[in-house]
């Protein structure tokens, strides 16, 4: 099992960081904006805390975030349109709230989301309800 705090920097060529059932700790730092050819992040089971930055934002290739299951808290980055190649999201397990941003809703290819188990609240965005996806959790 492994500790500590994710670098601020990492190597321009990273891919996937599958770091998922560890005990890594802190803020997911800022600097993940430069991580741009990064595809998969899965990071659940740590504990993480802090808000999900909107630096995750500019990761236009990414197409799999796994942050459920730490202790992340705040709302939702309003620009994860720009997500356009996310086929699944879970961040589930967590202390997040606010509104589900209805962009999420077109991201085309997000086939599973899980929200469950955080303090989201108001409505479902339509965008969401009205979309066919092999999974959605948002209890």
């Known amino acids: 099992m492994f500790t500590g705090e994710l670098p601020d920097k990492m190597s321009g060529n990273l891919s996937r960081l599958e770091i998922s059932n560890n005990r890594f700790s802190g803020r997911i730092p800022t600097g993940v904006s430069s991580w741009r050819n990064l595809v998969v992040f899965q990071a659940s089971n740590n504990l993480f805390i802090g808000t999900i930055l909107g630096e995750l934002t500019a990761l236009s290739s990414l197409t799999t975030l796994l942050l459920d299951q730490n202790q992340l808290c705040g709302s939702l ?19 997040l ?7 999420i809703g077109f991201l085309l290819v997000l086939q599973d989301l899980d929200l469950s188990e955080n303090q989201f609240s108001g409505i479902i965005p339509p965008q969401i309800a009205h979309r066919e996806c092999v999974c959605w959790r948002l209890q």
């Open 97 to 103: 709230y606010g509104e589900i941003p209805e962009k």
């Open 77 to 95: 980055p309003l620009d994860i349109i720009s997500w356009k190649s996310l086929t699944a999201l879970n961040i589930s397990r967590n202390q």
